[in-house]
């Protein structure tokens, strides 16, 4: 287990190394976010706000 977890920290730091971040509107990722987990939203009753 403890090999799994250092294999999948080590993919994480490749994978995201040398992507700057960069500004984004929320107003265009929060509705496909919303959309994604709708499922569970519904399923829970919970209220996004």
């Known amino acids: 287990m403890r ?4 294999d999948l920290l080590a ?7 040398g992507k700057e971040f960069e500004p ?4 265009e990722v929060v509705p496909r976010v919303l ?7 519904e399923e829970i009753h919970a209220e996004v706000t």
Do not use: Y
Request: charged residues 15%; proline residues 0%; positive net charge.
């Open 35 to 41: 959309q994604n987990l709708q499922f569970s939203i």
């Open 24 to 27: 984004i509107d929320v107003n």
């Open 11 to 17: 993919f994480s730091r490749i994978s995201t190394r």
């Open 3 to 6: 090999v799994l977890i250092n």
